[in-house]
């Protein structure tokens, strides 16, 4: 289906108003006048674009301010941002090539952070036995802080019992988790605090609750040197500079959307009846209801939810979005049917 203008709360197709629950915008920022009055006023100052390295001899001070506004958000010693979140993941990666021994993943990651030739983490449901071997070496461990079809932050506390001769650097991606998860929506990367890792490294989309196009790594300031010096870092033009500097003039936006989000998970937490078949956490904003047909019952009601499917998988997902913009006649009304399904199933 085809829309003609951003789908917020409420999308029009073919004449009719139906209520939106799909898409990444969790903080509602890509709609909201005083998030685009901000922006008109960056872009007047910084342009639409700037096609330049970033590290040629013109440094514009947007990128000073809007990086230096996510590092104490996320709460990092340094923070570099890049103009996508697969770029991120992919430059992170390429720096890290170098000083790994041993790559290994997390199951469902996010193909940002993929590397051909790593290893699971787990082996039936098991940690990888290459973990706990005597083999003193340099891994590097990818994960999502939030994997698909799951709503809550990955359990890392198995990280511990990997043994002090393997040298752990943890990459985490948290584009479906900063905005929303940790205090005020800084991401789960402040959180994480296991001795045995010896550095920890954030990538992110920028373009999920945050609303603004463009990708974030955030680590130790070692580390965020050696992202500068990266081949591929100097030769790409970096994140749109107005865009970069409205991430710095929006944090009381940010916290105050924050705010609104967190108060229709809990309205939800309070309403929607408990079952196995329907997916929530009252701290995240996605449900995954497990249940046939529910796009299509939801439709006939007339609610669009996402459905989309990966290309390694055979089936579709169904994944109800909450976002801070919803109503509370809106969250009644997907409530209601939820519940009335509900009561049809057990």
């Excluded at 603004?212 to 994140?239: C, P, V, W, Y």
């Excluded at 007339?302 to 109800?320: G, M, Q, V």
């Amino acid at each position: 289906m085809k829309v003609t203008e951003f789908p917020d709360r409420v999308l029009k197709i073919d004449g009719d108003n139906y209520l939106y629950f799909g898409g990444t915008a969790y903080l509602g920022l890509p709609p909201n006048k005083k998030f685009q009055k901000i922006l008109f006023k960056n872009i007047a100052r910084w342009g639409t674009a700037y096609g330049s390295s970033r590290n040629a001899n013109i440094k514009l001070t947007a990128y000073e301010k809007g990086e230096t506004f996510l590092a104490n958000f996320i709460k990092a010693e340094a923070a570099v941002s890049v103009s996508s979140g697969m770029l991120a993941g992919q430059i992170t990666l390429d720096t890290l090539a170098s000083e790994t021994d041993t790559f290994f993943h997390f199951p469902d990651t996010h193909i940002a952070i993929s590397k051909t030739e790593s290893l699971p983490f787990f082996i039936d449901n098991q940690l990888n036995p290459r973990l706990l071997d005597k083999k003193p070496e340099k891994i590097t461990i990818l994960t999502d802080a939030v994997a698909t079809n799951t709503v809550t932050a990955v359990e890392l506390s198995l990280l511990e019992q990997i043994p002090k001769h393997k040298e752990i650097t943890l990459v985490i991606d948290e584009s479906h988790s900063l905005g929303i998860l940790g205090t005020n929506g800084c991401g789960i990367f402040s959180n994480i605090n296991y001795p045995n890792i010896k550095r920890k490294i954030m990538v992110s989309s920028l373009g999920k609750a945050m609303g603004l196009s463009g990708g974030i790594i955030a680590a130790d300031s070692h580390f965020i040197q050696k992202i500068r010096e990266n081949n591929t870092f100097t030769a790409s033009a970096g994140m749109n500079p107005a865009f970069v500097k409205t991430l710095a003039d929006s944090e009381s936006l940010y916290l105050k959307q924050h705010k609104k989000l967190k108060k229709n998970l809990a309205y939800i937490h309070l309403k929607l009846v408990p079952n196995n078949n329907i997916l929530f956490d009252s701290n995240y904003p996605v449900i995954y209801p497990k249940i046939e047909n529910i796009n299509a019952v939801l439709a006939l009601h007339k609610i669009i939810i996402t459905i989309f499917k990966y290309t390694s998988e055979n089936d579709y997902l169904n994944r109800i979005i909450i976002t801070a913009n919803h109503k509370k006649k809106d969250l009644d009304k997907i409530i209601e049917i939820l519940n009335q399904y509900q009561s049809k199933v057990e």
